[in-house]
């Protein structure tokens, strides 16, 4: 038994590592494979017949992430997000209950270059998320085009995420019963170009749409802040003004995305690749944030709970921030 223990301890970061791997592959690597393979499969081999039986399928369940989702079980516990989460680590860092009697809005922050914390914490239960808070269903949610890539797309849909469009947040929030959690990246793609360590710009203030979808639904916000999660990748500089900076902003404009040029490790060395950095990422869930129900927020209501809000997210940093290697004198700026 102790041979067969140490033979597994030995297997940890090989299996963390492929883990990894895997996310950073099916994040970054996969769309465009999948977006050719289903061309050479009808065209060039004998499985023409069943690709195109599988895209029927993808048309027909096309509105499956508008109506919450599909998510799979045997996803969300799998092992290898246990590995996943130790690579970093990832720890789950719990301040306050999330009685299941409600609904929750819960913003996730920074975006990260691939909002790996998110993932981990509310995709899978890698961190324990299910235990920490029992009887809540978390969904995250993603841009419609993740949902676009043949193959690919079946995993993101096991994963349970939904699409950002409102009226999917809206099927959530009063369609699944109570005890749902929607995770949403506030920041966006935008917000992925300030990703660089030490660097704490969000960009919050002018997102007010989950707001008014919180009191137009009585859904609790939630704030979370991920410390770690802009120091495991190395962005090059792209100061905002910059002409890089501002052709990356000018990129998302016209395309929805924007290209952050950034570097890693690799599988076999620590200084190049696309592989994160072992870097400890501490997400931590705030109180929530409980609001009453108004079918038809105003603009001043809407206003009152996001400044609310974003002064909750604050004191969340504040009173975090010096415990995970941060500068007492460091402030988070909301842009």
Not at 38 to 64: A, N
């Amino acid at each position: 038994m102790l041979k067969l223990a140490k033979l597994l301890n030995l297997l940890d970061r090989p299996l963390q590592v492929a883990a990894v791997f895997y996310y950073v592959f099916m994040f970054l690597i996969a769309p465009i494979p999948c977006m050719v393979l289903p061309f050479y499969l009808i065209f060039f081999t004998p499985l023409w017949l069943p690709t195109i039986l599988y895209l029927t399928w993808i048309y027909l369940d096309r509105k499956t992430p508008e109506i919450g989702g599909r998510p799979s079980a045997s996803f969300r516990y799998h092992a290898c997000w246990r590995y996943f989460a130790q690579y970093f680590p990832i720890k789950l860092v719990k301040t306050a209950e999330l009685p299941p009697d409600r609904n929750y809005i819960l913003g996730s922050h920074p975006h990260g270059i691939m909002s790996i914390a998110n993932f981990a914490s509310f995709c899978t239960n890698g961190t324990d998320f299910d235990s920490e808070f029992p009887g809540i269903k978390s969904s995250a949610v993603t841009l419609p085009n993740m949902f676009y890539f043949p193959f690919r797309r079946e995993v993101v849909v096991s994963s349970g995420a939904i699409s950002s469009h409102a009226r999917s947040i809206e099927y959530v929030l009063t369609q699944k019963g109570k005890g749902r959690a929607v995770c949403i990246v506030l920041g966006g793609a935008e917000e992925a170009l300030d990703s660089h360590p030490d660097n704490f710009n969000l960009n919050l203030k002018s997102r007010k749409g989950f707001v008014r979808l919180a009191l137009k639904h009585g859904a609790s916000l939630v704030p979370v802040y991920h410390f770690g999660e802009t120091s495991v990748y190395r962005q090059i500089n792209n100061e905002r003004g910059s002409r890089l900076r501002n052709f990356q902003s000018a990129f998302k404009k016209r395309l929805g995305f924007t290209p952050p040029i950034f570097m890693g490790r690799g599988l076999y060395n620590y200084s190049f690749g696309v592989l994160p950095f072992r870097t400890p990422i501490h997400t931590v869930v705030g109180a929530p944030i409980n609001i009453k129900q108004r079918s038809d927020p105003t603009s001043e209501q809407i206003d009152a709970i996001h400044a609310q809000y974003c002064q909750a997210l604050s004191d969340l940093f504040d009173e975090h921030k010096t415990r995970y290697g941060i500068s007492a004198d460091a402030k988070l700026n909301i842009n």
